[in-house]
Every structure is written in structure tokens, then in C-alpha cells.
């Protein structure tokens, strides 16, 4: 799996309204601090997490499945296991007339989601996260590492 730089961009700039599948209310993992990266950079992102439905994090409220969500969401961005994902990116191929890209995070790679998803003209990316490539992208990495967005106050 390898991506250009060049389309890398363009999803990220085209972007306006991210479902992030299996966001987490814990500001310490992964799907919390990314969403939460996202929204400050501007995106729309739209939790979507089924335990916590109903609850609201970054001014949204969670919901409990893709079906729950506004259709005007263009890119689903996945925090589950490989194995679940075909369900997923079938149910957002159905209820998202406007996906332009299904975004499978880092160590979450489905060649048949993959395929189904391309065979309807839906850019796909695999095992990469959007906040990291956004980062690297558009010259957000520090000298230090990557910039989580946590701040401690013990710094």
C-alpha cells in the first residue's frame, strides 16, 4: 500500500465531514486525540461509537452507528479491528451518497472492504492515520516528534 503525497493532500483538503468509527471518550487513546486533532484543524467529525451514543465530545453528539449520522459525511475514518471493517464501509457506502474516501487507521488493513469501496469509486486508504499524514503533510511535525495535542501541565 503505498499513497502519493499528492493524493494524501487532496483527500485531506477536500475533506469537510469525518465519521470517526470507534472514537473513544478516553483522551489518552488513539480515536479520542485524533478526532480531536481533526476538529481543531477545522473538520466536521461526527463520533461514532455505539457504548457511548448519546453523549456529546467535541461539540457532537455520538452516535450509535453510521446510520445515525448526517449524510453529508465524505470520509469515514475507522478505529476497529480489521475483521469488522467490510460491515462498516458497507453501511457507509449505503447511508453517504457524497463518501469520497474510507481511511483505515494505522495496523487496520481489508483488501475486500478495500475493493468494495473502489468498485464504487471511493478512494481508500489503509493503514495510515489522517492526524499523522496531516501533520507531515501540511509541516505540523515538531522537532521532538509528533504533536499529539495533548498539553501536560507539568511541562
Avoid at 486533532?37 to 455520538?62: C, D, M, T, W
Avoid at 481489508?110 to 501540511?138: H, S, T, W
Wanted: charged letters at 25%; proline letters at 6%; a neutral charge.
Amino acid at each position: 500500500m503505498s499513497y502519493s503525497d499528492d493524493k494524501l493532500k487532496e483527500i485531506l483538503t477536500r475533506t469537510k465531514v469525518v465519521a470517526v468509527v470507534g472514537v473513544s471518550m478516553n483522551p489518552v487513546r488513539p480515536s479520542y486525540y485524533v478526532a480531536r486533532y481533526l476538529s481543531l484543524k477545522g473538520f466536521k467529525v461526527i463520533p461514532v461509537n455505539p457504548g457511548h451514543a448519546g453523549k456529546r465530545l467535541f461539540g457532537q453528539e455520538v452516535r450509535a452507528s453510521l446510520a445515525d449520522c448526517p449524510d453529508t459525511v465524505d470520509m469515514v475514518d475507522i478505529f476497529r479491528r480489521p475483521e469488522h471493517v467490510p460491515p462498516i464501509v458497507e453501511e457507509a457506502l449505503e447511508v453517504f451518497p457524497n463518501l469520497r474516501t474510507v481511511w483505515m487507521q494505522i495496523g487496520v488493513v481489508n483488501e475486500e472492504a478495500a475493493q468494495m469501496a473502489e468498485a464504487r469509486g471511493v478512494d481508500v486508504v489503509m493503514d495510515r492515520c489522517p492526524k499523522i499524514e496531516y501533520q507531515r503533510l501540511f509541516g505540523e511535525l515538531r522537532m521532538g516528534g509528533f504533536n499529539t495535542g495533548i498539553i501536560s501541565s507539568k511541562l
